[in-house]
């Protein structure tokens, strides 16, 4: 089992920063695997913002390339999302997601972060 937890969200105004943690605990063989951050607006279906490997690759989507970084501590299972520029659509609730392959698939959820950017 693995269990994450998320912390950073918040209000903050347009053209602001922001920057979101993920740490991740639990089962050692299942902790060197992707991570990655979604995003649910509301009335919207959940998105991908970005993933990144173990080993530090990345994947961004278009809407953010430019003005959103992820880093990852493996030492410290955690994930950051640093987010810049923020516009007020990219305003919705954020998760954290770990997933891999152990003999089966696995994929892990936290519980999510609200992330209200004003105009």
């Known amino acids: 089992q693995v269990h994450l937890v998320e912390s950073g969200g918040g209000l903050v105004q347009a053209g602001g920063p922001l920057r979101l943690s993920c740490a991740a605990s639990g089962s050692i063989s299942r902790l060197s695997a992707m991570m990655g951050w979604y995003r649910q607006a509301p009335g919207k279906q959940r998105e991908l913002v970005v993933t990144?490997?173990?080993?530090?690759?990345?994947d961004y989507a278009d809407s953010v390339k430019g003005r959103f970084t992820i880093s990852r501590d493996n030492a410290k299972n955690t994930v950051y999302l640093q987010m810049n520029s923020l516009k007020p659509e990219d305003t919705a609730v954020y998760s954290c997601?770990?997933?891999?392959?152990?003999?089966?698939?696995?994929?892990?959820w936290g519980q999510g972060t609200q992330v209200t950017v004003s105009s």
């Open positions: 990144i490997t173990y080993g530090g690759t990345t």
């Open positions: 997601n770990l997933a891999g392959v152990v003999g089966a698939k696995y994929s892990y």
